[in-house]
């Protein structure tokens, strides 16, 4: 039988300057592979713009062996794209994040025959997200490479993007560790809120609204 030992969220942003997070990533879908989707984007895009890419059973694809999800930046003027996903930055993580997934039911009754209907349900809207106590910032876990970690508010402020990775980490009945289920999707920080006192590391508490679908993680 398979347990849940932790779950694991990380909330990444995209640190360069020349990032516009105050827009959403744009989605590729392409089922043939990375190399194909950057090939199709760069002969055609019109516009320069950061994207990644997933295929149509809403996996998003792995950058190389990095073990990064894909971003990319088309830059029109060259007609080319670049690999972006080093700059996807982890700002926050925590261990006790609340996943969830909704779907919209739509119902419609048909009339019968002598005062009988019927009712018939149809799928809506799909939304998720995701809430968190105990978010602690980049800079709190000691990474000096990211300066971003305690502007959850200036996030919140412009109304930036983030990417978020929220990881099942999955163990069989023996202690023997199988593969990690891995979801991901982009979003923005609903609300927040912080908390410590004056000589412990403070902590957030956060809930982050999903923006287009969410995604399964494709780590080779």
């Known amino acids: 039988m398979a347990l849940l030992s932790a779950n694991k969220l990380g909330v990444y942003v995209l640190r360069q300057s020349d990032v516009s997070q105050t827009a959403p990533l744009r989605v590729e879908v392409n089922n043939t592979s990375l190399a194909s989707a950057v090939t199709a984007v760069s002969s055609a895009d019109p516009a320069s713009t950061y994207w990644f890419a997933v295929n149509s059973s809403n996996e998003w694809y792995e950058q190389g062996a990095t073990g990064r999800p894909n971003v990319y930046f088309y830059n029109n003027s060259s007609g080319s794209s670049a690999d972006r996903s080093a700059y996807l930055e982890l700002a926050y993580a925590a261990t006790n994040p609340s996943l969830d997934f909704n779907t919209a039911l739509d119902e419609v009754v048909a009339k019968g025959t002598q005062c009988t209907?019927?009712?018939?349900?149809?799928?809506?809207?799909?939304?998720?997200?995701?809430?968190?106590?105990?978010?602690?910032?980049?800079?709190?876990?000691?990474?000096?490479?990211?300066?971003?970690?305690?502007?959850?508010?200036?996030?919140?402020?412009?109304?930036?993007?983030?990417?978020?990775?929220?990881?099942?980490?999955?163990?069989?009945?023996?202690?023997?560790?199988?593969?990690?289920?891995?979801?991901?999707?982009?979003?923005?920080?609903?609300?927040?809120?912080?908390?410590?006192?004056?000589?412990?590391?403070?902590?957030?508490?956060?809930?982050?609204?999903?923006?287009?679908?969410?995604?399964?993680?494709?780590?080779?």
């Open 117 to 220: 209907s019927s009712t018939y349900t149809s799928l809506g809207a799909n939304s998720w997200s995701i809430t968190v106590d105990g978010l602690i910032s980049s800079d709190a876990l000691g990474d000096a490479t990211f300066a971003r970690g305690s502007e959850i508010f200036d996030i919140c402020n412009k109304g930036e993007y983030v990417v978020v990775k929220y990881m099942l980490d999955v163990e069989d009945g023996t202690g023997t560790n199988e593969n990690d289920t891995v979801y991901i999707g982009q979003g923005i920080i609903e609300s927040a809120n912080i908390s410590g006192s004056f000589d412990s590391t403070s902590t957030y508490s956060a809930t982050i609204r999903g923006y287009g679908k969410l995604y399964k993680f494709i780590n080779s």
